[in-house]
């Protein structure tokens, strides 16, 4: 049974800080690229961030310098480092794993940043 399980959201103020998790289970974690995607009350969900196999990174442009997606193929986590956060980062941040024909999504973690 795939699982991505997300965590670390929370309410911040704005410039603060939040780290996410994402710990999988169930996948071959070291073959899939993972990102994370977000969803804003009334928009649509948002790619983030991806991460390749080999940890390249690519990033929307709303949060390039600000947010950092990193790895880990020993634990078979990723991570969300989100610093200098702006109340418009506020969303619903999911986790993604995908090799083709895959695709899993975890169930998502609030972040609200207050202004």
């Known amino acids: 049974q795939v699982q991505l399980v997300e965590s670390g959201g929370g309410l911040v103020q704005a410039g603060g800080s939040l780290r996410l998790s994402c710990a999988t289970s169930?996948?071959?974690?070291?073959?899939?690229?993972m990102g994370w995607y977000r969803q804003a009350p009334g928009k649509q969900r948002e790619l983030v961030v991806t991460i390749t196999t080999g940890g390249s990174t690519n990033y929307v442009d709303s949060v390039k310098g600000r947010f950092t997606m990193s790895r880990d193929n020993t634990k078979n986590e990723v991570y969300l480092q989100m610093n200098s956060l702006k109340p418009e980062d506020t969303a619903v941040y999911y986790c993604?794993?995908?090799?083709?024909?895959?695709?899993?999504w975890g169930q998502g973690t609030q972040v609200t940043v207050s202004s």
């Open positions: 169930g996948i071959i974690f070291r073959i899939f690229a």
């Open positions: 993604n794993a995908y090799q083709y024909p895959y695709n899993y």
